[in-house]
């Protein structure tokens, strides 16, 4: 064969898996994000905490992004980011702020539970970086870092990934979510993967015996843009009881109302149905919801109406970022007097906190890959 011949053969090797993966992507993604049909837009989360409701949306990439901003939102921590988006990032925990035990063991996930000594220079060095001088470790305040010298990755990718699997398995165990989860596409993905390792393992031994040096060294590509291709898949897709779509038909209402323009915003808040106060100042049942104060704390209507705003921007920022919706609330968050340096400060830690969620996404994928390749040679082996 001619070396333009073996090149397209190559090259067919290569990008017919990678093409036939990236048409199976293409199809998982918009099942993985599809949420099922509301009646009516609302303005109030369900019942449950955040971490079920970012699971019930198929949001584990940004539900560490969403947690902290409902944490830092709510005063019980605080994002340092002192350079922006070119220095180390981290969240300090504020001590007599209310926060409870699944907020510390959140937290914890964050940092090593224990530090070598090593370690510890490491971390006081990082420390300093953002402005916390101290001597001994011992003397340290709780901040984790998410960015920067100060941040293990490795651990944190394990301990974030453990504290995933055990929301998945509180959601199957509270009836919101089935034992099995979608993993089809992840095995077809599986099987065009090995495919495309044992040609190319045979292209590299039938280039090393024709003598074609550019065969071996392009024989990898194929696996190469193969594993590129899991990078974009998303990880097995949970399924749901009935009262788990419940959730989500609540959800997808809340994120129907979250798409509105300003100005229907602003008319759902006035309606009877979406109103947060009576024209009496007495709070709605959707103002209940929200945890306004029961008696008015503004001078007139207009000025308690930006305050009530303001808390419902506050209360429905974290839902955002599970929608994709941030950037469009951040501003009205400081449209209504939010800090703009706590807004910055967001939009670095949603950047950060994104490309470590998506890295734990890959490794699931990729284990999940593995561990059906494993699947079909076990097969492959009882039957011969």
């Known amino acids: 064969m001619s070396e333009a011949g073996s090149f397209l053969l190559l090259f067919a090797t290569g990008a017919i898996p990678a093409v036939v993966g990236l048409v199976i992507v293409a199809i998982a993604r918009p099942i993985a994000r599809r949420l099922p049909t509301s009646p009516a837009a609302e303005f109030v989360p369900p019942p449950g905490d955040l971490i079920m409701h970012g699971l019930a949306v198929r949001s584990e ?113 509270s009836g919101i979510a089935r034992r099995t989860s979608g993993s089809v596409h992840l095995y077809l993905l599986s099987l065009l993967f090995l495919a495309s390792a044992v040609a190319a393992l045979l292209m590299a031994i039938g280039s090393m015996v024709n003598g074609v040096t550019w065969g071996v060294i392009g024989a990898p590509l194929g696996v190469a843009a193969m594993f590129w291709v899991l990078t974009l898949s998303p990880p097995p897709i949970m399924r749901f009881t009935p009262e788990g779509q419940q959730m989500r038909q609540r959800l997808s209402g809340l994120r129907d109302y979250m798409r509105l323009a300003e100005q229907d915003r602003m008319r759902i808040l006035q309606s009877p149905q979406g109103a947060l106060r009576t024209p009496a100042g007495e709070l709605t049942p959707g103002g209940r919801a929200l945890g306004l104060r029961p008696e008015p704390t503004a001078g007139d209507a207009v000025a308690q109406s930006d305050l009530d705003r303001f808390v419902l921007v506050e209360r429905l920022l974290p839902y955002a970022i599970l929608f994709r919706q941030e950037r469009e609330w951040q501003r009205e968050f400081e449209h209504l007097g939010g800090a703009v340096d706590f807004s910055q400060n967001m939009r670095v830690l949603g950047t950060t906190l994104e490309g470590i969620m998506a890295v734990l996404e890959v490794l699931a994928a990729v284990g999940q890959v593995l561990r059906g390749i494993g699947a079909i040679f076990s097969f492959v082996g009882r039957v011969g």
């Open 61 to 173: 990439r940004r539900l560490v992004s969403a947690a902290i901003t409902r944490l830092a939102l709510s005063g019980r921590v605080r994002v340092l980011a002192p350079r922006g988006e070119h220095g180390p990032v981290a969240i300090e925990a504020r001590p007599g702020t209310g926060l409870g035990p699944d907020d510390h063991f959140f937290l914890q996930t964050l940092r090593p539970q224990r530090m070598r000594p090593r370690q510890q220079r490491r971390y006081l060095a990082a420390l300093h970086e953002v402005g916390i001088r101290v001597e001994r470790y011992e003397d340290a305040p709780d901040v984790s870092f998410l960015r920067g010298p100060g941040a293990f990755r490795r651990i944190q990718r394990r301990q974030l990934s453990a504290y995933i699997d055990r929301a998945r398995s509180r959601a199957k165990s």
